[in-house]
């Protein structure tokens, strides 16, 4: 549990933190068509920048976890889906996003599991942030199709090796930074 909320606060206040891009048309048209023909009672909300799909949620009342990995004794509610229910949000920023979190991954807590994700856009200059929130009674076929529609990883051809790399960007990620790969 506290690693889902920690890593759901580190994706959520990396895409804060980056200027917010505009959504493909097309990438909108796709969830939206996905959503509403497998779930249409579904609240969908789409703003130029930022999509967002929900049904079935509930309030829940959690407890946050620190970076160290201490369960604060605060608790905050928030929104999450119940076991038949899910959450979608989508948006697009500016520049390569990086954060703590290593996407893609699966964060599984006690109400609902949460797909994260930072994909590169089409262009390969900017990112999507996206986090699918689900309850693990989820039609099997809807969250397939939410994995069909939403942006892709990009993998290139690495000439020395056999097999497939994430597609990585040009910036120099040598730093001493908590989470740089060498």
């Known amino acids: 549990m ?6 759901t ?5 990396a895409a804060l933190t980056c200027k917010a891009e505009p959504l493909p048309d097309a990438l909108v048209g796709r969830l939206t068509t996905v959503v509403r023909e497998h779930c249409p009672d579904a609240t969908i909300e789409a703003t130029k ?4 799909a929900k049904h079935g949620t509930m309030m829940f009342t959690r407890h946050g976890g620190s970076k160290t990995g201490e369960i604060l004794s605060q608790t905050h509610q928030e929104e999450g889906p119940n ?5 979608i949000t989508v948006g697009a ?3 390569f996003c990086v954060g703590q979190a290593d996407n893609p991954q699966e964060l599984r807590g006690p109400y609902y599991s949460t797909y994260i994700d930072a994909p590169l856009t ?5 990112c999507y942030t996206l986090t699918f929130s689900y309850g693990s009674r989820l039609d099997p076929k809807f969250k397939q199709a939410i ?9 290139q051809q690495d000439d020395g090796a056999n097999g497939s790399q994430p597609f990585r960007s040009e910036t120099n990620r040598t730093s001493s930074a908590a989470g740089s790969r060498r």
């Open 2 to 7: 506290k690693l889902l909320v920690v890593s």
């Open 147 to 155: 994995f069909d529609a939403i942006p892709k990883r990009k993998f």
């Open 122 to 126: 089409e262009d390969g200059k900017n």
């Open 93 to 95: 920023a500016k520049g």
């Open 9 to 13: 606060l580190v994706l959520v206040s």
């Open 83 to 87: 076991f038949k229910g899910f959450v």
């Open 49 to 52: 920048d930022l999509f967002t």
